[in-house]
Each structure stands twice: as C-alpha cells, then as structure tokens.
C-alpha cells in the first residue's frame, strides 16, 4: 500500500517497563530460564542489547523479541499462523511489516487533518469507486492500527449489500448479531457492537442481515443519531462503504460522517469515476480528507 502524503512520527504507548523481556518469555514459555541465564551472562560479556544477545545465540528468534516487546509497550497483535483473524488483517499478524508502516503512516496523517478530540471529528467514512479497490482491506487495516495506538475504535460496516464471505464480519470472524441493519430497523443497538479477542480497544459493528432497502435505511434520521452516539462512546469511528461508483449508499453515508478518505487501487481504479467520485463529495459539502493508493 502506498499513500500520496509523506509519513510523519506517530504517538507511541506508554511503556510498561515492570517486566524485562526475559521475564515475559519465560512467563510465556518461549524462553527456559537457564537459557535466560545464557542470554544475560552473554549480554554482559559482549555489552550486547538482551535481544541480539538472544539472537546470536539462536535461542530466541526476531519475532520471540517482538513479542517480548509488544507486552512491554501495551502494543496488541496476533502472532504469524494463527487463526482467530483473516489472514487479510496485517496490521494483527505483521505488524512491523511494510505495510504496517503504512498503514501508521496514514494514521498519522488522519490524526493531523481531521480525527481529533472534538465529537465531530472523530467518525470518518472511507470510500471507493468501485467494488475490487480493497477498501476494506483499508479500513479494516486502519481499524487495528489505531486501536493499537491505544484508542478507542469502532469499525461499523455499513456496505449491506457485500457479499457476506467479504464482509467486516468474515474478516474479523465475529459471531452473528443483528449488525447495523438490525439497528436502523429498530432491532438492536450499539451495545451489540463485537470486541475483537486479541486487539484490546477495538470493536466492530456488522453490517448484519441483507436489507431490501439499504439506501432508505442509511437515510433515517436514526443512522446520523447513531453516529452522533458513536463519537461519544469512542474515539475513532471507521465506516466500511460499498462501491461509489454502482450504488448512492456511500455517498449518504460519507454526508453522515462528515469526512471521507478515498481509496484507490493501482491497475484497478479508473481515474475519471475517482475523480467524479471526488468531485461529487466536494460539492455535497463532504470534507475529503486524503487518498490512498493500494497497491497490494
């Protein structure tokens, strides 16, 4: 993935920094406690930081350490191979990729020019014109980054006519609920949004059951109310859309939000239905807060 705007520094947790990471992978059962001894006599001999130390021994491996790491900075992802997740969510399984450094990249810059503190300002749709730009995959993505940032984030899929094998819900794996389909018909509320095991501070709103009239329940007064309740709740407030370019859906949702991020997919997007797509949203009034370009 690569975006149009330049990265700049990110926010960082604060450290807890009671364990040392050695105590963390015996805790863990990734390290014995005689080769912990190992690491820290050759740590002191060699003046070597523990994990190079660690791993000029062999007895540890670079993803052992950033384990260790990531409990000691509060920083929530999922290890390589496993399960719970789609494998499409990198952000959980390789965070410390290259795509996981942009992704916080893009964070960062939806932090500077619009996500902040005021109520207002915290729900943001993102957007494509059409349906294989892996705008979900985006938002998704996002999602997990700014949850691990520590802030409190909800994801609402609001695209209710996706195929459900590529949904929110298929990504995330959740169980069934009556999603946001079931709240806009009067059958629910925010309260069953899903937390995501594993990624503390995140939670999804699923689309839920397919609707005859998605775009007139996008329009009910009762989605902008439960927007307005969302910024409350949470800090972050992502909105899943289905294709611009085949439905008016995402174009209501967006006017909702207030804000859009656009994406777009290298060899796959054509320039004039994104650039119609932006123009359309500036002249409603919609505030488009960038771009990305997905090359994945």
């Known amino acids: 993935m690569s975006t149009p705007f330049p990265p700049i520094g990110t926010g960082a ?16 059962g990734r390290l014995s406690a005689p080769n912990l001894q190992r690491i820290l006599a050759a ?10 130390a660690a791993l000029a021994l062999k007895l540890l491996t670079k993803a052992d350490i950033d384990f260790a790491l990531s409990k000691q900075f509060n920083y929530a992802y999922l290890q390589e191979g496993g399960t719970s997740l789609s494998s499409d969510l990198v952000a959980a399984y390789k965070p410390f990729s290259a795509v996981g450094e942009n992704l916080r990249a893009v964070r960062s810059q939806l932090m500077l020019r619009w996500l902040n503190d005021q109520p ?8 494509s014109p059409g349906s294989q730009d892996g705008r979900s995959f985006i938002t998704a993505n996002l999602a997990i980054v700014f949850a691990q940032q ?3 984030t909800l ?5 209710l006519r996706a195929n459900p094998e590529r949904s929110q819900q298929a990504l995330f794996k959740l169980g069934r609920s009556p999603g946001l389909s079931g709240i806009l018909s009067d059958r629910g509320s925010l309260e069953t949004a899903q937390a995501v095991p594993g990624i503390p501070s995140l939670t999804v709103l699923a689309a839920g059951a397919a609707a005859p009239n998605p775009q007139e329940l996008l329009g009910r007064a009762g989605f902008g109310e439960l927007l307005a309740q969302a910024a409350v709740q949470y800090d972050v407030v992502l909105i899943d859309t289905p294709a611009a370019a085949a439905v008016a859906d995402a174009e209501i949702i967006a006017s909702r ?4 991020l656009l994406v777009t997919r290298k060899n796959q997007s054509l320039l004039p239905a994104a650039t119609s797509l932006a123009r ?3 002249d409603g009034g919609i505030t488009l807060v960038g771009s990305v370009l ?3």
């Not at 364990?19 to 805790?27: F, M, N, Q, W």
């Not at 207002?120 to 957007?127: C, E, K, M």
């Open 43 to 52: 740590q002191a001999k060699d003046k070597l930081a523990f994990g190079d």
């Open 155 to 159: 994801l609402i899929d609001a695209d």
């Open 257 to 260: 939000a207030g804000a859009a």
């Open 120 to 127: 207002a300002h915290r729900v943001l749709a993102v957007v």
């Open 13 to 28: 947790s604060v450290a807890n920094n009671s364990r040392s990471i050695g105590d963390i992978l015996v805790a863990t």
């Open 294 to 296: 997905n090359d994945a």
């Open 280 to 282: 359309s949203f500036r």
């Open 150 to 152: 520590g802030q409190r």
